[in-house]
């Protein structure tokens, strides 16, 4: 089974990752310390869109 990278999107294996981060209540695995710090200075850019914990942005009625 492989994990992915938020920030450089690369394929780890279980027990291969640099450091395990949790935020908004969601677990993510980052590959090394500059993908660390990255995703800890500016994480919403690397949440994919719907994970739990980010902000929605839903389109108010009649503005569509």
Avoid: W
Avoid at 2 to 10: A, S
Avoid at 15 to 41: D, M, N, P
Avoid at 42 to 56: E, K, S
């Amino acid at each position: 089974m492989f994990i992915i990278d938020p920030v450089c999107k690369k394929k780890l294996r279980r027990k291969q990752e640099y450091a395990i981060l949790k935020y908004g209540g969601s677990t993510y695995y980052v590959c090394c310390k500059v993908c660390q710090e990255e995703f800890e200075r500016n994480p919403l850019p690397h949440i994919p869109d719907g994970a739990p914990g980010t902000p929605r942005i839903t389109p108010r009625s009649g503005y569509n």
